[in-house]
């Protein structure tokens, strides 16, 4: 079944764009054009992800935001925030926004943005791998917190493991630096994307056989990385 996604949203050019797109990639769209539309449908018809901007006639979408969650309306909300007002995404996000895009942004990326969220929450929690597991030369033991390299121990640290963890829950996809910041280390804190690349780092020197050339975690350029799992 398609998913169905709300656009909130009173650009008329960008309006035209995101439904194009959009329905071109198999999704069913709503469009609202001012934020007191956009709450009603929000609250009224089932959606999987409504795109809501931050800037909306007769209601802005903090506002929308704010009061779906306190009406219990709980789809992943994506916000669209202007350039520059770095507080307007942090307010987003206090106000239960689950992620959020500056304009202009690349279609691609928001697409990817979509597809991560919509994955996520169709996953249903704890299926995902076993506590050990081997992949190439390397052995993990996630229970126990031990992870061997052709027998060898090697010292991870918490994070990197969790990281670790993600990315062989998740092989083959395309994860930007945002959901990486946002599994593994939460929103509580302010979110530094170089806080992924630091790690990636760390994991590809522990476990790469050359991590100059990586074999497993892959840099997809402009969107994040992607793990895949060695013979
Ligand atoms: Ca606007």
């Not at 780092?201 to 895949?228: C, Q, W």
Request: contains cysteine; glycine residues 8%; proline residues 6%.
């Amino acid at each position: 079944m398609s998913a169905r996604i709300l656009v909130v949203e009173d650009e008329p050019g960008l309006v035209l764009t995101l439904e194009d797109r959009l329905r071109a990639e198999g999704y069913v769209v709503g469009v609202a054009r001012d934020g007191a539309d956009g709450f009603n449908r929000a609250s009224a018809e089932p959606w999987d992800l409504i795109l809501l901007d931050g800037m909306l006639p007769r209601k802005s979408g903090f506002d929308v935001c704010r009061d779906l969650r306190a009406k219990g309306v709980k789809t992943p909300v994506l916000m669209l925030t202007a350039r520059g007002q770095v507080s307007d995404r942090v307010v987003g996000l206090k106000l239960g926004a689950d992620d959020y895009l500056v304009k202009p942004f690349d279609m691609s990326e928001l697409l990817a943005r979509i597809e991560a969220r919509l994955r996520r929450d169709a996953a249903p929690p704890g299926s995902a791998i076993p506590n050990t597991l081997t992949f190439g030369r390397i052995q993990v033991d996630f229970r126990r917190a031990e992870v061997t390299k052709s027998g060898a121990p090697v010292e991870l640290s918490g994070k990197e493991l969790h990281l670790l963890r993600y990315f062989l829950e998740h092989p083959r996809a395309t994860l930007s630096r945002t959901e990486l910041l946002e599994a593994v280390w939460g929103y509580s804190t302010v979110p530094f994307t170089r806080t992924v690349d630091v790690h990636v780092a760390n994991l590809r020197r522990k476990l790469e056989d050359d991590p100059a050339r990586p074999s497993m975690i892959h840099t997809i350029h402009g969107l994040g990385y992607k793990f895949v799992v060695p013979a």
